[in-house]
């Protein structure tokens, strides 16, 4: 069983994210002892959503194309509407998604952000949930859509909101714990 410590995680994200969906991943994997990164698309940083207004900004640690997926434990993917709309139009963006899944990484994502698994290519006949309004995105994806605070298929994570957050982030820590995550190649 991996200690957190010797965990490193990786937050990709853009401008317009969810505040609450960065920065308590973010804060809660810190506290638990894990490494965790920051990559943007262009590896500067970038700033929030909050309610209905600019939030607070989040630096960098590297640009989304200069991550190396081995490096990496987990991926977490934070939503808001504008963030993840943004990164599923971007190719580096997507690669990345689909190499964590492929690299038998944890996949973790919040509210809007499974568009970035659908994007990918990884979300058919996976249990997943999301914020209500894309569910029927993940449907006609493949995916079995569920309304819970976490589904969890074949060690990629979802979560519909932030009022989901200290589950999905317990989650992300348990599924961390446990190590490698070999995909069902049928469920892949």
Not at 74 to 79: C, F, K, N, S, Y
Not at 143 to 151: G, L, W
Not at 165 to 177: G, N, T, Y
Request: charged share 25%.
């Amino acid at each position: 069983m991996p200690n957190m410590s010797e965990s490193k995680i990786l937050i990709m994200s853009t401008n317009g994210f969810e505040q609450s969906e960065l920065f308590t991943p973010l804060e809660k994997l810190m506290e638990a002892g894990a490494t965790v990164h920051v990559a943007t698309l262009d590896g500067e940083a970038i700033r929030g959503w909050d309610g209905g207004d600019w939030g607070k900004s989040v630096d960098a640690d590297l640009k989304i194309s200069d991550v190396k997926v081995d490096d990496y434990d987990a991926l977490v993917l934070p939503g808001g509407q504008i963030n993840p709309d943004i990164l599923r139009t971007d190719e580096t963006a997507v690669n990345t998604v689909r190499n964590f899944v492929a690299g038998d990484k944890i996949v973790a994502a919040i509210c809007h952000a499974p568009w970035l698994l659908i994007e990918a290519g990884v979300v058919e006949g996976r249990e997943m949930t999301s914020y209500h309004s894309i569910r029927t995105d993940l449907q006609n994806a493949g995916a079995n859509v569920v309304d819970k605070e976490i589904a969890i298929s074949n060690g990629i994570i979802t979560s519909r909101q932030p009022g989901d957050l200290d589950a999905f982030v317990s989650k992300i820590i348990e599924e961390v714990r446990e190590g490698d995550h070999a995909r069902d190649v049928e469920a892949a």
